[in-house]
């Protein structure tokens, strides 16, 4: 594959308007965008993640990113446990898919 892909570019993309988007309506004196998260009726790990989110939305996306990253492993991890004994009942070279022409 040339060149760098249509998601790493399009995410470069929003990161680098982003900053101009917030400050849009006044420049450098204007304030920021706040996103602040609701806290009610919250179990104790929601609380801890939505203070995290108001206290530093930085270090939330960071978690966040690693969070989705190690449930993406184990979930890979868990569908090859679950299809091992599926995969090794399919014979791949048997598929008409897979044969040469003239076989």
Avoid: C, Q, Y
């Avoid at 760098?4 to 006044?26: E, F, M, Q, T």
């Avoid at 104790?44 to 995290?52: D, E, G, Y």
Wanted: proline share 5%; net charge positive.
């Amino acid at each position: 594959m040339k060149g760098i892909p249509l998601s790493v570019a399009l995410g470069a993309l929003a990161v680098v308007s982003w900053p101009g988007r917030i400050l849009a309506d006044g420049g450098a004196e204007a304030n920021g965008i706040g996103a602040t998260a609701a806290m009610r009726n919250m179990g104790p790990i929601r609380t801890w993640w939505v203070n995290l989110h108001n206290s530093s939305p930085f270090w939330s996306a960071v978690i966040s990113v690693v969070v989705i990253a190690v449930l993406g492993v184990l979930l890979s991890r868990l569908a090859e446990v679950v299809f091992a004994p599926i995969e090794s009942r399919i014979e791949l070279g048997k598929r008409g898919s897979n044969r040469r022409a003239g076989e």
